[in-house]
Structures are given as C-alpha cells and as structure tokens.
C-alpha cells in the first residue's frame, strides 16, 4: 500500500468528515515543502459529556531541516490555527518522557498544558527467546536519516540492568498466575474474529464509557475506520460475545517483528472478559510469531494488574497525556492532577500504531 493511501485515510476519510483537518507546512523559501504538522479533530467522553477535541495525528520534518527549530515554528502556527474554531475545546498531544524526545517540542509541556497524573505505561511481554535478546542500539549510518527514528528503535533494543529485574518478576508472576488461574473460559460466552464492527457496538459503547472520566468515543463509525479499513494496517479484532450482545473487544497487531495490542475494552464489572481477550490477544500474538508484544496503559487501571500477572513489565518508556483548553469556557478537569483518574487510553488512540 503507498503511504499517500494511509495518509488519505488519516486525514481525509476520517469518521468525522464534516470537520476540516489542520494541515501546516513550512518550506524552505524554494516552494518545496519541509515540515507539517497535521491534527484531526476525535471526540471524547468526558465526565460523561461527549465532546469534539483536537488530536494531534502526525508531524514530519525533513531530516535535512533537523535542528533548526523549525518543529517549533510548526508547534505555533498549530497554536495559531486552533483560534479558528470555537467548538473545539480541548487539544490533545502525546509526549514521550525520555531524553531522546526531548528535542522535539511535542514531548514538552506548553504554557497552559494540563499533564494527566494518571500516566501512560508502556508494557512488553516477551514470547519468544529471541524476544529476551539485547542488541547494540542503532544509529544513523547516513546523511538524511530521521534522528528521532533511529535513537528511539536503539533505545528499544536496549535492555538495561533494571529492564531485566524487571522482567524476571514479570516473568515469575506469570508463571504464578498461570498456576493459580482456573482452565478454560467461564460463562455462556464466546471469543470471534470479526471482519466489522456491526450495530451490536453501540450499545456495547453506551455501557463501556460510564467506567471512564476520559475515553475516546468507540462508537461503530469510529472502530470500523481505525481497525477494519485496509489502509490502517493489518489489526485483527477478536470480539467477545454472549448471544447478539457484544462484552468486549480487542485488536492486536502482529508481524514477526513485534506484537502490539492496540485496544481492549470491556463492559464494566466483567474483569473476566477483559482478561480473557487480554489471553487471547497473547495467543494471537504468539501464532503470527511475535517474538514481544507491547501495549499502552495508565499506571492506575482496572485492567493494570491483569497485564502485570501475564508478564507484562513496565519498559520505563513513560508518555505524558497533554490536554490543553483552547477558551476560558473549554471543560474543566477536575481529575487531571488524580493519579488514580479513570483514564482509558491505549496505543490505537493515537498515532504509534
């Protein structure tokens, strides 16, 4: 697939067409383009009141431009373009805490960020010895590479001594909860590959969203676009259900280079649908001959310790979640200093997956 496609379905073909998607680019004086920044407009449940957001979607600058600020001057101009529409309240950005970022303006707070105190945990889970192997961290090896590819694919590939403590109790929780946990799946329900998300979604969102304060909307218009449509990359869902009625989801992504589990929502209370996609999702991952696995999730979580006890260690890779209110009048967030906030987000809200 070419990546026009891919972009065409990032930022054209969206749920959410009736809304113009920000588009900034910068050239270097001789009309060719060197850097954009480009953001989509999601909605988001929050305190239970749907709402239209601004998300940062991608940015690119060329590697010639690097070190010149110029990512900043796109970060402005962003700023600027947010005045231009009064119904977006809220503008959401990721920013990852680590030294390899910190060159890039979209890891750092701005005046006026809120940073959610609940923050995002990455988590791997190797499946294979190869996925125990350290490597030497990679580096450009020519002119015109991207900087910020490379250092974090090195970063990655290195397994510090505190990474592999780390592992070993994750390794050795598993093992225990693998002795502990009773065989088989409970109840009068099934897990399924779907091809699309049918009507059955929608009542299943309705109920999921009351367990979260901030959650992207998952309706079936939003979910068939992220993981059903080619050009978003090959996800597989796997949909638990009892009868016609839907309890939850997962969509994973796996090669034989890496597995990510890009989401997995299920109805509240039903903690046991939750950690049965969560298995499943590891059995998917283990057919396609990942040897890792990795997913996205807060510190404080209902689903936290599931990972934690199928051997999931914490990477140290922490992400910032930023929101910003763009007016006076945007939504209050009273849970954005709660470390414990009921926050759902994972890597398939944003742009890393």
């Known amino acids: 697939m070419a990546p026009i496609e891919h972009l065409r379905w990032k930022t054209v073909d969206g749920p959410y067409r009736s809304r113009t998607t920000l588009q900034e680019t910068l050239d270097g004086g001789d009309g060719k383009p060197i850097g954009a920044s480009l953001a989509q407009y999601q909605r988001y449940m929050v305190g239970g009141q749907e709402r239209a957001v601004l998300q940062g979607s991608d940015a690119a600058l060329d590697p010639s431009a690097q070190g010149r600020g110029i990512h900043s001057s796109l970060n402005r101009l962003s700023d600027i373009a947010n005045q231009a529409d009064r119904d977006i309240g809220l503008r959401v950005r990721w920013g990852v805490e680590h030294p390899i970022w910190n060159h890039l303006g979209a890891a750092k707070p701005r005046p006026n960020d809120l940073v959610i105190a609940n923050r995002v945990v990455t988590y791997a889970k190797p499946l294979t010895w190869s996925g125990l192997r350290r490597r030497r961290p990679s580096r450009p090896e020519q002119a015109g590479q991207s900087r910020t590819r490379d250092e974090l694919r090195g970063y990655r590939r290195t397994v510090g001594a505190k990474q592999i403590s780390r592992l070993l109790v994750a390794q050795l929780r598993a093992v225990v909860h693998r002795l502990r946990a009773p065989r088989g799946v409970c109840g009068e329900w099934r897990i399924e590959t779907v091809g699309e998300f049918g009507p059955e979604v929608d009542a299943f969102w309705a109920q999921a969203a009351t367990q979260f304060d901030f959650i992207q909307v998952r309706d079936r218009e939003y979910l068939n ?129």
């Open 225 to 353: 676009w992220r993981y059903r449509d080619r050009r978003a990359g090959p996800f597989e869902v796997r949909v638990a259900m009892s009868g016609d009625q839907m309890l939850g989801f997962a969509a994973i992504r796996a090669d034989q280079r890496e597995a990510v589990l890009a989401d997995l929502l299920a109805l509240p209370e039903r903690a046991d649908v939750a950690e049965a996609l969560l298995d499943d999702a590891i059995a998917v991952a283990r057919r396609a001959g990942s040897p890792t696995m990795r997913l996205w999730l807060q510190q404080s979580h209902p689903y936290a310790e599931a990972v934690r006890q199928r051997g999931f260690f914490d990477t140290d890779q922490r992400l910032r979640m930023l929101i910003r209110r763009l007016w006076a009048d945007s939504p209050v967030l009273p849970f954005a200093d709660d470390p414990n906030a009921r926050v759902h987000a994972m890597l398939g809200d944003s742009d890393h997956v």
